[in-house]
């Protein structure tokens, strides 16, 4: 299918707030079909009449304009956060915010530490290493993909862009502290969930698209 992907069922639930029973995931073949089962249970969430973008904008700037030199808008850059760490970043959200951060994507450091805690230990064995040596040389190849930085999404330009990809991934919690949640509310943020676990843009991703349920 054009979305096949275990933890994209895993993100939707975190990000509704819901569990999804695994027999009801199974009958879903499209997209649509999976969002019916999230809009079931809508008219049982608490929905207000806030708007969780707004809520989520000012919870992220009470927490970040510390951290920024001018004034966080919509359309402020993102590089006007550029001295916090990104792993910082995530924290601040998580801890400060109640709020889910974006997806972590990996450097190309982190990329090439994950690699060698695969590639290395075999490496010493095929030298003749013994394998007490061999085995935790995997511990160095996993403490450098720790410290390798972590980076946000291509599509995070500004801080609006933050905003919005935090606010789709709290969009139960949001919900749960009075923002307005109906299915109009619920697609978008639906959509923009799925959209980081598929190479198609967000428009395209309709009710009928394929979806692959995990068995």
Do not use: N
Not at 48 to 58: I, L, N, Q, R, V
Not at 135 to 153: E, F, K, M, V
Not at 159 to 178: E, H, M, P, Y
Request: hydrophobic share 45%; charged share 20%.
């Amino acid at each position: 299918g054009d979305l096949d992907d275990v933890e994209l069922i895993q993100d939707v639930e975190a990000a509704f707030g819901i569990r999804l029973a695994d027999d009801e995931i199974e009958r879903c073949s499209t997209v649509g079909q999976l969002f019916e089962l999230i809009e079931a249970r809508l008219p049982q969430m608490t929905s207000g009449h806030s708007c969780a973008t707004a809520m989520c904008f000012y919870r992220l700037r009470r927490a970040l304009q510390p951290h920024s030199a001018i004034a966080l808008k919509p359309k402020t850059s993102i590089s006007a956060l550029s001295a916090v760490p990104v792993r910082k970043l995530h924290q601040i959200i998580e801890t400060e915010c109640g709020l889910r951060p974006p997806p972590q994507q990996i450097t190309l450091w982190g990329c090439l530490a994950l690699l060698l805690v695969v590639t290395f230990p075999f490496g010493l064995f095929a030298v003749g290493m013994p394998w007490w040596i061999a085995l935790p040389s995997a511990a160095l190849g996993i403490g450098l993909y720790r410290l390798a930085p972590i980076q946000l999404p291509g599509e995070v330009e500004t801080f609006g862009d933050l905003v919005k990809i935090v606010s789709s991934r709290s969009i139960g919690a949001l919900a749960g502290q009075g923002a307005r949640l109906g299915p109009k509310e619920a697609w978008q943020a639906f959509t923009d969930v799925l959209s980081d676990h598929t190479q198609l843009s967000k428009d395209r991703i309709l009710a009928e698209t394929l979806l692959l349920a995990p068995k």
